[in-house]
């Protein structure tokens, strides 16, 4: 809606309150009265759809309206929440709404409105009575002391009627505005991050995102929990004590859940000892539980055991009083599942470490090697879920459907799984409404408000069991995944459908998933054992698992119809035993020539898994793109039907890792297929479509995502000519190790120091500037029985007439050393295999816009901090060794005359003179480049394709 028909409307909103306004604010004028009368509208007038006059599908609604009301002291969930399809649980801001006759400025309600934005990391949240519109700042962590301070823009009524006051809030609330950012934008404008500082504080209410705080909460309860448990229990191992602090956390957690989303009546957690004694008041709701949900949290345990010994009562009290929904500010009727999955994937990347007299926590020895957790951001998780199974199923039924199976092999905390599951849901409720006779005959329940049909908690349960699969190494990941699935199957349920589940259907609320959701080695089968005997830790450790064994109904059909995640990656975290190295060579043939890298067994392993037709959807690092996995993409060229390539640039917090994911249908009639590119860049994003059997001719199978038919033609002509590196010797300069101090000098000390060109400002185009720094070529200076170490090169690299290359920088930075300078790592050394190689001609062809062009195509920018120019990509640059000796001496003697002018204009004192040294400069450089262009016989429009890519 526009905002002049917005505006209209509101004001007439404006003047019925106006009129009637005693009757208003009236203690009588109930909050349900005033929602129906002005808020929807007030609302529906910024374009929002809260009637669901349009999206009557209930799984696909932007809107949610909460029509409950506290049930004893139980808290609600926010009365609306907004959101933008086709995320639909992905909510953007909530309203409170409050009865006009009391005052807004209430602590306790700003505290509730705090809670619920806070919960699902908005930046805002909005009390309203219609009276008064209250924009409050929901990035705090809930303290219902500071709480009323968190007040950012508040009007009244009366202020609707004034244009540029309504223009504020409808440019910010609309749907339109909020499909554009404007409360992303509003945030960075209005409500700047307090200083890092400030954030690590500790004190009550500081900046802090909801799942920061819960997993230091987590952390600090699995450290505390641990100890105690070790305490009392000595001789449990440190596999023992993670397993059993994590079943703990777990069902506190699932509890907490299950009484926030008012499935259970009563505050189980903070009525704990009430009735005698704490743990065994735990253990015996926990049962009470089982007999309710089933499922693996409250399945029976070792803490269960009358012979475990619990941890010290007031360790546990004050761990359960913390949690409680009295004193928690947490509210997991409104923190989004796959927020909750980023929590705890975050959180398994530790365990417990147990010595004989206390336990520890520790990172994975896989997670430290690998620098970290890289939990896939929720957007990228939703786009390949978008193109792989909402794709799949379009246009199916839901009996067709549920002989799908769909899989992450590597499911972690099961972010992609809880996403599939979600879709799966959206996609039946879309389904049944539009067959409502089918909805009847499946038992679906209708809703006599709306006239929309809904899945009961039993039908979700079959889509549970029919579609959902996962696969993972580490225990704890399963139990959390199931977690996960379990949480996401009860989110829109009540007290009232569960029981139904209960009496009527006189099934569980959960069901058993033990044969979905499998803890195994997906890489390594069973067959390892043969002829092999391991011991028991090693057995373990290993976990070999056969899919056919596990999966036996889905493997007889071919395999699954999808799998999709984002595996393990890493060359550091790969540490295998030389039988499970053999095993792999044998088993993974495509995955173990070249660089070893766990994510490559992942796609060999879903390749074979998935059914021919079946789709694969994978998360990977960029390195696929173009390093030495040329086996690897051959695989892929060969095996799959490439549907989509997208580019995400660096997602990762605090992580240099460029991420990109690749979606495929396991089809090897591909020879026509065209491939959809997309580089996600806010600057400049690019879209294109390329060939499939592009990939196929480029050396390496490289899938060079910037390569177009007309590029690749004339990188086809460079193939007739001699490579730089048959040419020259090319060598890095002196590496400093780990004794750059003493190494690297500022003064010439004795005979052995040579002058070292070592800094960014001592090497230009065309020009070397020594600035004074020495490098003490003393090979005694290497200490090896104190550790040290370094690379010193040989003399004879340095001493002789050269080219030099810069390593670092978006385009290509040589020049000519005749001095016999040393030089750091930082540059390449280039020494010439004959003494008939004219340097200068050689130095033109490389500092030309076309070898920049060239680097820039065989090593793509992707939005990097910076490119690194490597020797295996330096030896590949063209160089044509021109016959015409004429245009080899033109070109020598413009190089010259641009030494000549550079060092002129660095030595120039005034503007005068640099002015005309810098013009004279570009008019050189311009007349190489051309002069390179007629060398390599380009034409008009292939020399425009190249200046209009640099």
């Given at each position: 809606?526009?905002?002049e028909?917005?505006f209209?409307?509101?004001?007439q909103?404006v ?5 009637h ?6 203690p009588?004028?109930s909050e349900?009265?005033v929602?129906k009368d002005?808020?929807?509208k007030f609302?529906?007038a ?5 009637n669901h006059d349009i ?7 932007e809107?949610?309206?909460e029509k409950?009301?506290?049930?004893g ?9 907004f959101?933008?399809?086709p995320n639909?649980t992905d909510?953007?801001f909530?309203v409170e709404?409050?009865?006009p006759?009391k005052?807004?400025?209430k602590a306790?309600d700003?505290?509730q409105?705090v809670?619920?934005?806070w919960?699902?990391?908005?930046s805002v949240?909005v009390?309203t009575d ?5 924009i409050?700042d ?6 219902v ?8 823009q508040q009007?009244?009524?009366s202020?609707y009627?004034?244009e540029?006051?309504f223009?504020?809030i409808y ?7 909020v499909?554009?950012?404007?409360l992303?934008r509003?945030?960075?404008l ?8 400030f954030q690590?504080g500790l004190?009550?209410?500081g ?17 505390v ?5 070790k305490k009392?229990?000595p001789?449990f ?10 079943r ?10 299950l009484?926030d989303?008012?499935i ?5 957690i ?10 065994k008041?735990f253990?015996s709701?926990s049962?009470k539980l089982?007999t ?6 409250f399945?029976k345990?070792?803490?269960d055991?009358l ?10 009290e ?6 409680s929904h009295?004193?928690?500010p947490?509210?997991f009727?409104q923190i989004?599942?796959h ?9 398994l990347?530790?365990v417990v470490?147990?010595t ?5 926590i520790?990172e994975?020895p896989e ?9 896939t951001?929720?957007y990228?998780v939703?786009?390949?879920v978008?193109?792989?199974i909402?794709e799949?199923i379009e ?6 459907i549920s002989k799908?199976?769909?899989?992450d092999i590597s499911?972690?905390?099961g972010s992609?799984?809880?996403?599939v ?10 389904w049944f409404?539009?067959h ?5 005959k499946?038992g679906c329940?209708y809703n006599?408000?709306?006239g ?6 039993h039908?979700k349960?079959?889509?549970?069991l029919?579609?959902?699969y ?17 949480l996401?199957l ?10 139904e589940q209960l009496?009527?259907?006189k099934e569980?609320l959960?069901p058993?998933?033990?044969?979905n959701?499998?803890?195994?080695n ?7 054992y ?7 830790e090693?057995?373990k450790?290993i976990?070999?698992m056969?899919?056919e064994?596990?999966f036996?109904?889905?493997m007889?059909?071919?395999?699954f119809d999808?799998?999709l995640g984002n595996?393990?990656w890493?060359?550091?975290?790969v540490?295998?035993s030389?039988?499970?190295k ?7 043939p495509?995955?173990?020539i070249?660089i070893?890298?766990?994510f ?7 390749t074979?898994l998935?059914?021919q ?5 994978l998360?990977l690092p ?5 390093k030495q996995?040329?086996s690897?993409r ?6 799959h039907k490439i549907k989509?390539?997208d580019?995400?640039?660096m ?9 990109i994911?690749i979606i495929?249908?396991?089809?090897s009639?591909?020879?026509t ?8 860049n806010?600057d400049k994003?690019?879209e294109?479509?390329i060939?499939?059997?592009?990939f196929?001719?480029l050396?390496?199978?490289k899938?060079?995502?910037?390569l177009?038919a007309?590029?690749k033609?004339i990188?086809?002509?460079f ?12 060598r890095?300069?002196?590496?400093s190790?780990n004794i ?5 000098i500022p003064?010439?000390i004795?005979p ?5 060109i070592f800094?960014r400002d001592e090497?230009?185009r065309y020009?070397l500037k020594?600035?004074g720094m020495w490098?003490?070529y003393?090979?005694e ?8 170490y370094a690379g010193?090169g040989k003399?004879e690299y340095?001493?002789?007439?050269k080219?030099?290359v810069r390593?670092t920088g978006?385009?290509?930075?040589a020049n000519i050393?005749?001095?016999g300078y040393y030089?750091s790592n930082n540059v390449?050394?280039?020494i ?6 004219d340097?200068?001609?050689i130095?033109?062809?490389l500092n030309s816009k076309l070898m920049?062009?060239?680097y ?6 992707k939005?990097?901090?910076f490119s690194e120019l490597?020797?295996n990509?330096?030896?590949?640059f063209?160089?044509?060794?021109c016959?015409?000796?004429n245009?080899?001496?033109r ?5 010259k005359?641009?030494i ?15 002015n ?8 050189l450089?311009n007349e190489?480049?051309n002069?390179?262009?007629?060398i ?5 429009r292939e020399i425009k394709?190249?200046e209009?890519?640099?």
């Open positions: 809606m526009s905002f028909s917005a209209e409307q509101v004001k909103l003047e019925d309150f106006k009129t306004e005693k009757q208003y604010l009236s009588e004028y349900a009265q929602r002005f808020i929807d609302f529906i910024l374009g929002w759809d809260v999206q009557k599908n209930p799984y696909e609604q809107v949610k309206v409950n009301v506290k049930v002291t139980a808290q609600k969930k926010a009365d609306y929440s959101s933008l399809s639909f909510s953007k909530y709404a409050k009865k006759s005052s807004l400025k306790d700003y505290f409105a809670r619920y934005g919960n699902s990391q908005h949240a009390l219609f009276e008064e519109f209250h409050i929901s990035r705090f962590k809930p303290d002391k500071t709480s009323i301070d968190r007040c950012i009007y009244h009524y202020q009627t004034i540029e006051k223009r504020k440019h910010l609330f609309s749907r339109e505005d499909s554009k950012g404007s992303d509003f945030a960075d209005y409500m700047p991050k307090p200083k890092k500082n690590k004190f009550k209410g900046f802090q995102q909801v799942d920061d705080s819960f997993l230091k909460e987590l952390d600090e309860i699995r450290e929990l641990a100890r105690a448990i009392s229990n001789s191992t440190g596999e023992v004590l993670t397993e059993t602090v994590q703990i956390i777990d069902r506190l957690v699932f509890i907490r859940f009484e989303k008012l259970e009546p009563e505050h189980i903070d009525g704990l000892g009430s009735k005698g004694d704490l743990w008041e253990i709701e049962r089982d309710k949900y089933n499922g693996l949290v399945k345990h070792l803490i055991e012979d475990f010994k619990p941890p010290a009562y007031k360790i546990f004050d761990i359960c009083n913390d949690l009295v004193n928690s947490y509210n009727a989004p599942i927020i909750l999955g980023s929590i705890y994937e975050r959180f990347g530790k470490s147990s004989s007299k206390m336990a520890t520790e994975k997670v430290r090697k690998s620098g970290g957790v890289y939990y951001p929720q990228i939703d786009y390949i978008q193109n792989t909402k799949f246009g199916k039924s839901p009996n067709e799908m199976s769909f899989a499911c972690g905390s992609f799984l809880i996403t599951f979600d879709t799966l849901i959206r996609y039946h409720g879309k409404n539009n409502p006779d089918e909805a009847k499946a329940k006599d408000e709306k929309t049909y809904g899945l009961r908690l039908q349960q079959q889509i549970l029919n579609n959902i996962g696969v993972d190494i580490d225990y704890q990941a399963v139990e959390v995944t199931q977690l996960s699935l379990f996401k009860l989110e829109d349920e009540t007290m009232a459908s569960a029981d009496v009527m259907m569980k959960l058993d998933l033990s044969r959701i499998i803890c195994g997906s890489l390594i089968g069973t067959d390892i043969e002829g092999n005997l391991f011991p028991t090693e057995e450790k976990n070999a056969n899919f064994d596990r036996p109904d889905i007889k059909k071919g395999g999808v799998v595996p393990p890493g060359q550091k975290a540490k295998f030389n039988i499970e053999q095993y792999l060579l044998k088993t993974y495509s995955s173990i070249g070893l890298d766990f490559r067994f992942f796609i060999e392993k879903s074979k998935i059914r037709r079946g789709y694969f959807g998360v960029d390195i696929l793109l173009l996995y040329d690897t051959k695989l892929i060229l060969e095996q989509k390539i580019y995400w640039g997602v990762f917090e605090s992580v240099n890792l460029d991420v994911s495929s249908e396991i089809n009639n591909n020879k297929n065209s491939i959809e590119v997309y580089i996600h806010e994003p690019v294109k479509k060939h499939q059997s592009l196929r001719e050396d390496g199978f899938f060079n995502l910037f177009d007309e590029t033609n990188l086809d002509k193939k007739l000519y001699t490579k730089f590196g048959d040419l020259f010797i090319i890095e300069g002196i590496h190790g750059r101090g003493k190494l690297f003064e010439n004795n052995f120091c040579k002058r070292l800094g090497i230009k020009f020594w600035q490098a003490n003393k090979k200076l290497i200490d090896k029985e104190k550790g040290e010193l003399p340095f001493e002789n007439d080219i030099v390593r978006d385009f290509v930075l050393d005749t001095e030089f390449f050394v280039c010439p295999q004959g003494k008939d190689i340097l200068f001609y130095l033109g062809i920049t062009w060239f820039r195509k065989i090593q793509p920018r939005g990097k901090l490597k020797i990509q330096l030896s590949q063209p160089i044509k060794i016959s015409d000796k245009k080899i001496e070109l020598t003697k413009l190089v005359e641009i000549k002018t550079n060092k002129l204009l660095y030595e120039s004192k005034i503007e005068k003179d640099k005309l040294y810098e013009s004279k400069f570009k008019a450089d190489i480049n002069h390179v262009y007629s390599y016989k380009l034409n008009n394709l190249i209009n890519s640099n």
